[in-house]
């Protein structure tokens, strides 16, 4: 005789698996339509946005930049006397040093803004980052890496972001090289990928600041809203949500204009950093998930 699960459960037992069941299903429901409407409204962002929100992401992103420009400039004895101190360089070494550095920070920021051989001044800029991150890292520190590995994050996105029309373009128009311009697109999906996984490490740095709470619940939030853009997932409005969330944490807890002495120059290069955080992933809104995300092996599958 054949028996069945079902022959051991009472008809109340079954009405009650029914109903919790159902309200499983409701509940996913619910939470798959509010991350479609949080999508949907992410895209209408971009849409209505198109013309502004690229620029201001590449404003955000050479905004750290732009501030140790200045910064230099007016601190430029200071500069030089620390190159000769900590590094052993002669006078004119040091100065060259900080010449090439200033220069060619203002020279890859106007370049980025006005959207003239952006390549060159990502090289540039890159360049710069990695210059000062052997210069100015003496005793090396994980935080002020992680963050440079962030700007460097928000770069590759800025020449993704510059190349993707230029690629598309050639594409459509190409003819016999068409495998070619096929494995160059491939490698800016990775190069994409690349960005949006050191872009997080910015957001590891500011962990620790939290306490308390609220705190707890922040950093549980933002780390989801992370794992999301790491994973492709929902990466718009994860990433505006995101961005919006660490520009009011950046403007309430690096006020440097409230500061003074150290504290004043320690807050302003926080700012300015997170704010060229904030500009990857205004990038990221822009760009999309990419090719290398779940959501674009979802629509595969």
């Not at 999508?39 to 962002?45: I, Y």
Request: glycine share 6%.
């Amino acid at each position: 005789m054949k028996i069945t699960f079902a022959s051991f459960c009472s008809p109340g037992s079954e009405k009650r698996n029914g109903r919790e069941k159902s309200v499983c299903i409701s509940d996913m429901e619910v939470w798959t339509d509010w991350l479609t409407r949080a999508e949907d409204l992410g895209d209408e962002v971009v849409r209505r946005s198109r013309l502004v929100l690229p620029t201001v992401a590449r404003l955000c992103l050479v905004a750290t930049f732009f501030e140790d420009a200045l910064r230099m400039w007016c601190q430029w004895g200071d500069q030089v006397y620390f190159l000769q101190l900590h590094l052993n360089f002669s006078w004119g070494v040091a100065f060259l040093s900080c010449q090439v550095n200033l220069l060619g920070q203002l020279v890859g920021c106007g370049l980025v803004l006005f959207r003239v051989w952006t390549n060159v001044a990502v090289t540039l800029l890159v360049s710069l980052v990695l210059f000062q991150l052997h210069v100015y890292s003496v005793p090396l520190q994980l935080e002020q890496l992680l963050r440079n590995f962030s700007l460097l994050g928000g770069l590759l996105l800025l020449l993704v972001e510059a190349n993707e029309a230029a690629s598309c373009c050639r594409i459509y128009g190409a003819r016999a090289g068409l495998p070619l311009l096929e494995e160059r697109r491939r490698s800016q999906h990775l190069m994409q990928l690349t960005g949006r996984i050191l872009l997080a490490l910015m957001y590891l740095t500011v962990l620790h600041q939290y306490f308390g709470l609220a705190a707890v619940v922040l950093n549980s939030f933002g780390l989801l809203l992370m794992t999301l853009i790491l994973l492709g997932y929902r990466t718009r409005p994860a990433a505006l949500l995101l961005a919006i969330i660490l520009s009011i944490w950046n403007m309430s807890v690096n006020a440097w204009w409230f500061a003074e002495g150290l504290e004043r120059d320690y807050l302003k290069y926080n700012c300015f950093h997170t704010l060229s955080v904030v500009g990857g992933l205004l990038m990221v809104v822009v760009l999309g998930p990419g090719e290398v995300s779940l959501e674009q092996y979802k629509k595969n599958w």
